[in-house]
């Protein structure tokens, strides 16, 4: 491995916080489809019905495969290609997957935030323009509602129903669209300038205000006349015909997958900087949760509004007004929010314009907080691949130039067919190669990686934690999951999407959007097969695949707390080359000093075990150290001092503290030619894998 690869590990450094770690990843998963998505399906599919099938999806599919890339990440410390790679060169074409995927995603989701900040923008506007006060009988043309009006004619100004919409006829883009994703993108390059540790603490702002702000209109919504119609409707209403619906199985599985989203490459790169000591058990726990139940309850508030629109409607005169609650949940799922939950906040009376304005704030947000996800994973990407190369770039000029890239690359969806076309282009990329990927995980799970390496890798990473002083135990439950319930469920799914999609042009849009629309969907399919050929005869730079990629710091990190008796042996017996053996003392305890900016102050640490010597005959080959750049973990036959003995120096380690480096030493003996002689060596690898060698 490059030494400048092998280095990108301890780029990542001691990891972020848990706090910051936990909140970035929830604001990856809770995104804006949890708002408008979850709570259109469930009126789609016979309410209590899709939720069976959402939550068996999340249990025994999502949720396994989320901690599967939790795991890849904290153990790999590198982003999803370079983690691939690592596990087998072969799977690095599906690296090229997900991260083709990201790109397509990326184009267009910051377009439907600057849809959110224009509806922010004219929710100041009293009466509320989308709202009936604003538009008088006989002022729209048509047969649309003054909300569809204010989104069809006044955001989207897109082609009247009877125009035929070509792609080559889509029209330039439109100056509010592109002044609002130009705001967007303002926002994002401010939380990406400084890096990953920057970009979370902006995270506690753009996950707590969404949570907050969709508890006060619950509050409200939930007071509303005609509410407990919605809600009744919401979790009573039961049609268990839809249990035996193969398409409702497969969108319930598909709204989750793409809400918490393993399979898209994420989940893998923010893991790469957390602590190499986090129980990322727990947070996939902590996230799934969260993540769903964000969705559960925002379907209240969701729900007691349509219930509220349904009464209003039919208490008029006018019978042909008459709206269910049926009727109106089944509106598409970007229609839900902007049409029927905009008109609904619109009839909120004197207090429409603030809860209007929180509405779409709160919509914003949680955009935002999946686009820094996503920006902070290809961000990391072009710092991993420059690394590899030798090259360093500043984190600002990186952020520059990406969101410029994207900026760029999303005028398109700003265009009067741009809806058509980001409609397209969600339906290919965000979900056909989403399930692809997630598809092809499950099978490099089981060639390359398996449950041993899973279980093993979170046991030690949580040794020594409070919870778990011996390492968490995983249960038998997830080994099943991951090798069964999902691949199966997984290529059920996809065989049934594909079918569909061969069955009928989407949408039915014109040609050229199908074209697009299959070029988004095999392109990046393409990749995978591709790097798979590539890369088929190269063996992997790791091959101890049943010893954890952190095993120099594992030793570190497993002693036993002061005043306690270790029953950790010794990295090799010392039994038959003339030396006792040596019990592992626990070193002398330092407290720690700071200085006037508040940083820990390096000091060195004394130990009580000398460093271990061992002769090598010709019947015992020599250690082969090879290129010290290649070596993470200890070479066989390396008698390793697991407490130390001499300090390194502070300059070759200036990313970790000196407790985090082990010191190794020993010597052998060879035969010549020209003649015998005896060769010591010295180590000190640090916990990030980085070696010094002498």
């Known amino acids: 491995m490059p030494s400048s690869i092998a280095s ?23 995104g804006i489809g949890n708002i408008w998505r979850f709570p259109y399906l469930v009126g789609k599919y016979g309410g209590g019905a899709f939720l069976i099938a959402y939550f068996f999806c999340l249990i025994f599919v999502a949720c396994p495969l989320y901690l599967f890339e939790l795991a890849i990440g904290q153990d790999t410390r590198k982003s999803t290609m370079f983690a691939y790679q690592e596990m087998h060169p072969r799977w690095l074409g599906l690296g090229w997957c997900t991260a083709a995927m990201l790109v397509l995603v990326l184009t267009y989701y910051n377009v439907l935030l600057a849809y959110a900040i224009i509806y922010m923008v004219y929710s100041f506007v009293d009466p509320l323009p989308w709202s009936k006060e604003a538009n008088p009988p006989n002022t729209i043309l048509g047969s649309y509602s003054p909300s569809e009006n204010f989104w069809y004619r006044t955001v989207l100004n897109t082609f009247k129903p009877d125009e035929e919409v070509e792609l080559s006829n889509i029209g330039a883009p439109q100056a509010h669209l ?33 949570i907050m702000l969709l508890l006060i209109l619950l509050v ?66 902590l996230v799934s949760i969260c993540n769903s139940s964000f969705s559960f309850v925002g379907g209240f508030a969701v729900f007691s509004i349509i219930g509220f629109m349904s009464q209003e409607s039919c208490s008029t005169d006018a019978v042909s007004e008459c709206r269910t609650v049926e ?36 919509l914003l947000t949680l955009g935002l907080d999946s686009t820094f996800a996503w920006m902070e994973t290809i961000n990391t990407y072009v710092h991993d691949i420059l690394r590899s190369k030798g090259i360093h770039a500043e984190q600002w000029k990186v952020a520059l130039g990406t969101s410029v890239f994207f900026f760029l690359l999303g005028l398109p969806y700003c265009t009067r067919g741009g809806s058509q076309l980001l409609d397209t282009v969600d339906n290919f990329a965000a979900s056909l190669v989403l399930i692809f990927s997630c598809l092809v995980e499950t099978f490099m799970y089981r060639i390359d990686w398996g449950w041993d390496r899973v279980a093993a890798g979170i046991k030690r990473a949580t040794i020594g934690n409070p919870r778990t002083p011996n390492g968490r135990v995983m249960p038998a439950y997830w080994q099943f ?15 049934q999407k594909m079918d569909k999609t061969y069955e009928e042009a989407y949408g039915g849009y014109s ?14 399919v393409a990749l995978t097969p591709i790097g798979f050929l590539m890369n088929f005869r190269k063996q992997p730079e790791r091959t101890n695949f049943e010893e954890p990629l952190l095993d120099v710091s594992e030793k570190a990190a497993a002693q036993p707390a002061l ?20 019990p592992i ?83 052998f003996t060879t035969q010549g030619p020209p003649h015998p002689s005896t060769v010591s060596y010295e180590k000190f690898v640090g916990m990030s894998g980085k070696v010094r060698e002498s």
């Open 8 to 30: 990108q590990d301890s780029a990542r450094g001691s990891g972020v916080s848990t706090c910051e770690y936990l909140i970035s990843l929830m604001g990856y998963a809770i």
């Open 178 to 210: 592109v002044g609002a994703l130009f705001c967007v993108y303002l926002m994002v390059f401010g939380a990406m300038y400084k890096g990953f540790s920057a970009s979370a603490k902006v995270s506690y702002v753009t996950v707590g205000m969404p």
């Open 220 to 285: 409200r919504a939930t007071t509303l006349e005609g509410a407990s119609d919605g809600v009744e409707f919401y979790i009573a209403k039961f049609d268990g015909d839809y249990l035996s619906s193969f398409e409702m199985w497969a969108t319930a599985c598909a709204q989750i997958l793409f809400s918490l989203s393993p399979g898209m490459g994420t989940a893998i790169t923010l893991s790469s900087y957390t602590n190499p000591k986090e129980d990322v058990y727990i947070v996939n726990l």
């Open 327 to 362: 009727d109106l949940a089944q509106k598409s799922s970007i229609g839900l929010a902007f049409i029927t939950l905009a008109e609904g906040v619109s009839q909120f009376g004197s207090v429409s314009n603030l809860f209007a304005v929180l509405f779409f704030i709160m």
């Open 481 to 495: 999951a991951l090798g069964v319930t999902a691949p199966v469920v997984l290529c059920f799914l996809f065989i």
């Open 511 to 524: 040609t050229g959007y199908q074209v697009i629309g299959w070029f988004c969907f095999w392109g990046p």
């Open 563 to 582: 005043g306690e008796a270790s029953d950790i042996p010794p990295a090799r017996s010392t039994e038959g080359v003339g030396l006792p053996p040596h």
């Open 585 to 667: 003392q626990p070193p002398t305890y330092v407290p720690p000093t700071f200085n006037a900016a508040g940083h820990e102050k390096p000091h060195i640490q004394h130990f009580n075990q000398p460093p271990l010597h061992e002769t090598h005959s010709n019947s015992v080959p020599p250690p082969d150290f090879g290129d010290s750049s290649q070596q993470n973990v200890v070479p066989p036959g390396t008698v390793v001092n697991s407490v130390g003995q001499v300090p390194p120096p502070i300059a070759d380690f200036p990313e970790e503290g000196l407790n985090d480096v082990v010191y190794m030493s020993g010597s």
